[in-house]
DNA sequence: CTCACATTTGAGTGAATGCTCAAATAATCG
DNA sequence: CGATTATTTGAGCATTCACTCAAATGTGAG
């Protein structure tokens, strides 16, 4: 049959999406990625046919892989709200590896592209708005098991809930006080808890 | 004396930041700036020493023209909550002229530039804080003159305030549904109204 | 009007960009 | 062990990048 391929497409997958996440599209350059890939141009070529095709590989890995650890964070939990607001705090705490410490990586690529970058953006929003519908539907289950009263709105409280964590990942990118970041994320956090109690 | 500028320094500096602001840094070129300030390469360096230095200085004009604005908008207001709460909603409507409908030009600067892009990040984030005291010392006005609680704590104030803009313009730079938009900033005004009473 | 000089000009700099492709390489097949 | 074929290689392509500088231009002084 066919040679075995002798690079690891996921391996190659990860570096260039960590690069990406870190430098942004416009900052990072072929010699860049070579580098993070240790692959020559046209292998590069070969494998995933264009800059702006490697990125969006690496936004769909980013996106398909936040929305799994979200959905295994949430499935373990004693209550919806509970866990969501866990899960704002984990942003509250910069140490550890990524995601820890950074900004969105869709928010990063929705700030820093245009239109005239082709499809890039248009599926930075896509994404953004698939992880809110995610959010919503987290907020519709807590409604419906009486978590929170029926006259609650999942899409409005989604909305608001991913606002929060935009705001509070730009917060830990910039790295400043630990203590004032984690106050922040805790403060978030009870705001969600607290809707459970009649807020 | 010297022969008078044949070009408008003021303009010149607003076409760029106006670019900047929209392009960000990496991806505007010279060619880019050549068009919007209608000036040659030459003049451009001569006026401006280097694309850095212009970048530099187009965020500085930004930072003190967010900065006046904010203090001219508190400065006529009857309560300093309630003039918080209007700034906020401002940023609810995506129509008219920037920033509305425009993500912050400081927090674009903040995601798309790192410790390799020499000055810029840090002076970003140098002007962020700033602001942030901008907003502190707001609070701490409203708790002084008795429309907040003696124990009410400004810099966590101000710290949730700036992280509430930071999301509410990034929405607004996505320019979806623009009711949604409206809703997610009229929820984060009452909720600073009712700081005052008693929440 | 002429001189002196500040300013603008824009073709041109070397370096870096994203990308290509003919040649070299390695793995599987009969 | 060849023969075949998928894959990698890396020098090098055209283009664009941020930037420079000698020459042209316009201005105020004498």
């Known amino acids: 049959m066919t040679r075995a391929q002798p690079y690891d497409r996921e391996k190659a997958l990860d570096a260039a999406q960590d690069l990406f996440w870190r430098k942004g599209y416009h ?3 072929l010699k860049d990625l070579e580098a993070a890939l240790a692959m020559k141009p046209g292998s590069i070529y070969a494998a995933f046919k264009s800059k702006e ?4 590989a690496s936004l ?8 799994q650890a979200l959905r295994d964070q949430m499935a373990g939990a004693a209550t919806v709200l509970g ?4 899960h704002l705090r984990s942003y509250g705490d910069t140490t550890g590896a990524p995601p820890h410490g950074r900004a969105c990586m869709i928010v990063k690529t929705l700030l820093d592209t245009t239109a005239d970058d082709g499809a890039i953006s248009d599926r930075a929003q896509i994404y953004f708005e698939a992880l809110r519908d995610e959010f919503a539907g987290f907020f519709r289950q807590a409604r419906d098991n009486g978590e929170l009263p029926p006259d609650a709105n999942p899409d409005r409280l989604a909305r608001r809930y991913q606002a929060n964590i935009t705001a509070l990942r730009v917060e830990a990118h910039l790295g400043g006080d630990p203590a004032g970041l984690k106050d922040l994320a805790e403060n978030m956090a009870q705001e969600v808890e607290e809707l459970g109690n009649g807020g």
């Open 27 to 29: 900052a990072t350059s």
């Open 53 to 56: 095709a490697l990125y969006l």
């Open 60 to 67: 769909e890995r980013y996106f398909l892989g936040s929305r």
């Open 83 to 86: 866990a969501l607001a866990d």
